[in-house]
């Protein structure tokens, strides 16, 4: 009887398979030439018993499909491991190096190489035990996941995130610090925004920028800071203030800046308060800022981000400078009138 994989992974997105009969490396095949027809994206789908064994299944998909020499090319766009024999499933895995894991790092992969675990075969083969007692409970997980036990739940919702970040490398070089200034108003309101969907609140905001190091014949410079926030907040004013603070301690004229980005940090739900002493006052005032912030988010996700924004993120409404190039970003034929797809006879 065939032995039909729990989880299917379609690029980053998790699909519990339980009780579903039939042919599922068919049926995944068409998933895949829906979505290619519907939206135009060319996906990789991977099927395995576990969360760490599709994820794994969709790597090689995606592999036999570029680089068929690494694996069959039979596996390429769509990899079952669910449905594969024991010789089969040690071959794929013997030929995946252990860093291509999910869930081993650059320092754990480097460590297993050095034990001697140089592929994902050998590292499914380590005793759970040993893995945890050697390196951490993480790699147990990933051992086990390996030899077909589900140990990551299937989760109805993402955790809230220890971090947001928005960075972006800048489309031309940047050398004056009120584009800079604009650039990182609009990453701290990005970042802000993220956070107030998880309901959160971050105590510490950090901010960077930095030169191109592949402009070898530029001079280089890199710096970052960190700014402690008077309470936890998710306030676009005061996040984008504190960064703009940074930026003038750390910002040095006649250098060509390449990327810059906001970073929040020290997050905690946004149900816990911390007060000045003038506790009437300032929770009347608190209630205020989130009833700005509210409406700010809902008029920008009806009208469009960046509708309603800071001063110090810029006035105008063309290209700025230091935006993004994306000239081969892929067109909107969903979403927008203007980018619809043509269709000559």
């Known amino acids: 009887m065939q032995h039909w994989p729990w989880y299917l992974l379609i690029d980053e997105s998790f699909v519990d398979m339980t009780g579903i009969r039939g042919d599922l490396t068919e049926r995944s095949r068409k998933v895949r030439s829906r979505i290619l027809q519907w939206t135009g994206l060319p996906t990789c789908i991977g099927l395995g018993p576990t969360k760490t064994l599709s994820k794994l299944a969709n790597h090689i998909a995606k592999t036999s499909e570029r680089k068929p020499d690494v694996y069959p090319s039979h596996h390429a766009q769509v990899c079952n491991l669910g449905a594969l024999s024991k010789p089969e499933l040690d071959m ?199 009833r700005l912030m509210q409406t700010l988010d809902v008029v920008n996700k009806r009208y469009g981000r960046g509708t309603v924004k800071l001063a110090s993120a810029g006035t105008q409404t063309q290209h700025s400078i230091w935006q993004m190039k994306q000239q081969r970003k892929t067109p909107s034929y969903t979403t927008d009138w203007n980018e619809l797809g043509l269709v000559r006879a």
């Open 92 to 290: 794929l895995l013997q030929a995946t190096d252990v860093g291509d894991v999910w869930g081993v790092g650059r320092r754990i992969s480097a460590q297993l190489i050095v034990a001697g675990v140089t592929n994902a075969l050998e590292l499914s083969r380590l005793d759970p035990a040993t893995a945890k007692a050697r390196w951490s409970v993480v790699l147990e997980r990933t051992v086990r996941e390996l030899q077909g036990m589900q140990c990551i739940d299937f989760e109805d919702s993402p955790d809230d995130k220890k971090q947001i970040a928005c960075t972006r490398s800048f489309g031309y070089p940047v050398t004056e610090r009120h584009h800079l200034q604009e650039a990182l108003t609009e990453f701290a309101s990005r970042a802000a925004e993220k956070l107030r969907k998880q309901n959160g609140h971050a105590s510490q905001v950090l901010t960077f920028i930095r030169t191109s190091p592949f402009r070898q014949n530029d001079k280089q410079y890199s710096r970052s800071a960190v700014i402690p926030l008077p309470s936890p907040t998710a306030d676009t004013a005061q996040i984008a203030e504190a960064a703009i603070a940074i930026l003038h301690a750390i910002y040095k004229p006649n250098f060509k800046y390449a990327k810059a980005g906001v970073m929040l940090l020290d997050l905690q739900p946004a149900t816990r308060h911390q007060y000045t002493l003038d506790l009437d006052d300032d929770a009347q005032h608190i209630e205020r800022r989130q």
